[in-house]
């Protein structure tokens, strides 16, 4: 297992920096750098891997935080038990959203939209219950010990982020290589044809969405024992969902290092800025705005996915000429950089056949379903999927070809 | 209320209708606006109402540009991605007001302010009353633009069947951006008759976001009729539960009528299609 090497290395490699430097300043960096990737790497596995962009991540982040808090404040539990409850208690709320949502089969915008909206009720409701303190906000006392989970030096921050983002790391290995991680792609490809092959989407679905709110609720557990803090608006404000998302999205969205790169990236960058403009409110948002665009518009794999399609730009050159012959070669932009990730996913996986496999079956019910697709995009759409698929082109392409020639006659015969 | 939520949302929903692309940024466009009819009232002493033509020109443009340069980039495959896009646009807009024009709430003060309208039994204040009016104009007035134009025709029928609409010589992407604009013109217009009764600051449009988001729900996403009747009845839900459970929680109930609609009946109260 090749990740799991890497995952070992970077984490003997971290965890080995606070013996080398004593800097505050570096060991700050990590700390946040290390809490930023566990909020993106929360994202990651649902966005990502199943394809349910969240845009109310706080919702799992602010019931995470809170009940740390509440757990130790109020009920004088020790921070490791408090943890574990902050753990459950996302999931249950991830849970939730996520029977809610999809049971009614709500995707793509409309899940992002009820996530965010969920994140606000959240928001208003813990403005005004008692428990959670209100506007005020929960102080939590300083107890630097162990038991307490807070830490004198910046160290045993690193230690303890780090372990959770390696747990997080491990996650998302495990669903990279295993059969729940192939039904989860086959179910963000397409919902559809997964569901031809016997997947069932929704507890699928249900899965990842508990798995992104664990590693969610962790960050916020985590950010309440670094700022000893919670108020609503810090725990479900957009804040939280921005960050996990934004750092997801540029560092590379479904691929297992590419939210650390991301959170990095975006932090260094917020540091510099910092440095260079100094302190005018929001100009630290400014950027992630434009940084956002930026991916969203010309990089749609995220950082990891540059270095990609860089190196898959010769490889695939001969399928892009084939494609242009395909009219209405606009729609396809997007699905370039898109498609390139996920075959970059098939390419560095151990089990690769397992997944070109389940990419095989899926392009196969599509052709076979190709009676319900109705328009000219989809086609299109279609004939680019099977060209990418190098094992058997020849064969596809022919009915590819076939289709092409007459979407009408395809779209006639859906009626009976 | 009603009337100017009413309006936010049907610039909302052309854009959704005609493009199928939801605007995250619609609501940090509506903060753009009032900006704007507080520069032009602070700057150069114009009143909002007479700044009215101004900011739905300059709304338009912005609009216009907005999706043919950037927007419409993202092309038309995935709608998540023009979500993640224009939620960009808006961190970008909101933080640049926010370095522009600091975090402070402003207001504009004008004559009639504090006047109010008494109409037999009820004291109506003055602004409100006038944007309820001019609201409902300008509402009726789009209508109109997309029943009885050229251009009204042309929008409705890449609404309905752009390839058809491409077919027929109709300028795909013009369309696009004319939507877009005329959707932003309706937040120029929203902000002309909003300014004198309300307040700006830069996170001025995270309120009116989800309540215009819930009204393009409620009324059925892409219908005019739809969002017209939507903004009038969460203007009422919303002064209803303002008034019964207290002004945080009240604005519960939009949000519980959002998630319930996209949940039990995503077509809307008017929307046909399932």
Known sequence: ?416 | MGAVYALIALGLTLVYGVLHIINFAHGACLMIALYGVYALWALLGVDPYAALPIMIGFMFVLGYLLQRFVINRAGHTKDERVLLLTLGLSIVFENLALIFFHSDTRTVETSYNLQTIQLGQVMLSAPKFYAFWGALGVSALMLAIMKWTDLGRAIRAVAKERTGAKLMGIDVEHVYAMSFGIGLACLGAAACFLLPAYYVNPSVGNGFIFVSFTIVVLGGMGSFVGALLGGLLIGVIESLGGLYLGESLGQVGIFIVFVSFLIFRPQGMFGSKA
């Open chain 1, 1 to 416: 297992m090749r990740d799991i090497k890497f995952i070992a290395l970077f984490a003997i490699l971290i965890a080995t920096l606070p013996f080398l430097t004593h800097s505050g300043v570096i060991l700050n960096f990590v700390v946040m750098a290390l809490y930023a990737s566990l909020l993106a790497q929360s994202w990651n596995i649902l966005g990502g891997y199943s394809g349910q962009f969240s845009f109310g991540n706080a919702v799992f982040f602010g019931t995470g935080a809170y009940v740390q808090a509440i757990a130790q404040m109020q009920f004088a539990m020790n921070a490791w038990s408090a943890l574990m409850l902050a753990l459950c208690a996302s999931a249950c709320v991830g849970l939730f959203v996520g029977s809610v949502s999809f049971r009614y089969g709500l995707k793509g915008s409309y899940f992002a939209l009820v996530t965010l909206a969920m994140a606000e009720i959240f928001r208003i409701l813990s403005l005004s219950v008692n428990f959670t303190g209100g506007g005020v906000g929960l102080m939590l006392p300083l107890n630097s010990s162990f038991a307490g989970m807070q830490f004198v030096q910046k160290s045993g921050y690193v230690w303890l982020i780090l372990s959770l983002v390696c747990a997080a790391l491990l996650i998302t290995s495990f669903i990279k290589h295993s059969k729940l991680g192939a039904c989860m792609q086959a179910v963000r490809d397409n919902e559809d044809a997964a569901k031809a092959l016997g997947i069932n989407p929704f507890s699928v679905k249900l899965v990842a969405i508990s798995m992104c709110s664990v590693v969610m609720g962790a960050g916020g557990a985590i950010y309440v024992q670094l700022f000893q803090y919670i108020d609503p608006s810090i725990a479900y404000g957009p804040q939280s969902s921005v960050e996990a998302l934004v750092a997801a999205i540029v560092g590379g969205v479904g691929t297992l290092w590419g939210p650390i790169i991301g959170a990095t990236a975006l932090l260094l960058m917020s540091e510099l800025t910092r440095n260079l403009f100094g302190q005018i409110p929001g100009i630290n948002m400014v950027i992630y705005g434009f940084v956002l665009v930026f991916i969203v518009l010309f990089a749609p794999t995220g950082l990891t996915g540059l270095g990609v399609s860089v190196r898959t730009l010769f490889s695939r050159s001969h399928n892009t000429n084939h494609r242009n012959k395909v009219d209405g070669g606009e729609d396809l932009k997007g699905l370039d950089g898109e498609r390139a990730g996920s075959a970059e996913s098939a390419e560095n996986g151990a089990d690769r056949t397992n997944l070109t496999n389940l990419t095989n079956l899926t392009n196969l019910t599509n052709l076979t379903n190709l009676t319900n697709l109705t328009n000219l995009t989809n086609l299109t759409n279609l004939t680019y999927q099977t060209n990418l698929t190098k094992d058997n082109n020849s064969p596809k392409s022919q009915v590819t070809q076939d289709t092409q020639v007459t979407p009408d006659t395809s779209s006639r015969t859906g009626g009976k």
